[in-house]
Nanobody, 117 residues
Framework: QVQLVESGGGLVQPGGSLRLSCATS????????MGWYRQAPGKQRELVAV???????NYADSVKGRFTISRGNAKNTVYLEMNSLKPEDTAIYYC???????????WGQGTQVTVSS
């Protein structure tokens, strides 16, 4: 059974930083595409960052220059370094893995990030 477990969320003041982690377990045949989405109250889920083909990355315009996505050495872990956080970054953050071998996308349960003074 595949599991993705996020950690690192919490309450932080504007301008602060957080580092989210996503650890995977179970049988996943390809970790080529991993990333993070977020969903704020009353809003649709939006893509925050994605890493693919090893080290190729893409970011939402709203987080460019502030967030950095990276992989762990074991390739089955993905991180999201978030700096200069703003209140509008408040959301539940979900990690995901796309496995093209079995044509499935796996999701974590989400971790709450709240940016407030």
């Amino acid at each position: 059974q595949v599991q993705l477990v996020e950690s690192g969320g919490g309450l932080v003041q504007p301008g602060g930083s957080l580092r989210l982690s996503c650890a995977t377990s179970g049988t996943i045949f390809s970790f080529d595409v991993m990333g993070w989405y977020r969903q704020a109250p009353g809003k649709q889920r939006e893509l925050v960052a994605v890493i693919s083909s090893g080290t190729s990355t893409n970011y939402a315009d709203s987080v460019k220059g502030r967030f950095t996505i990276s992989r762990g050495n074991a390739k089955n872990t993905v991180y999201l370094e978030m700096n200069s956080l703003k209140p509008e970054d408040t959301a539940i953050y979900y990690c995901y893995v796309e496995d093209p071998v079995v044509r499935r996308t796996y999701w974590g349960q989400g971790t709450q990030v709240t940016v407030s003074s």
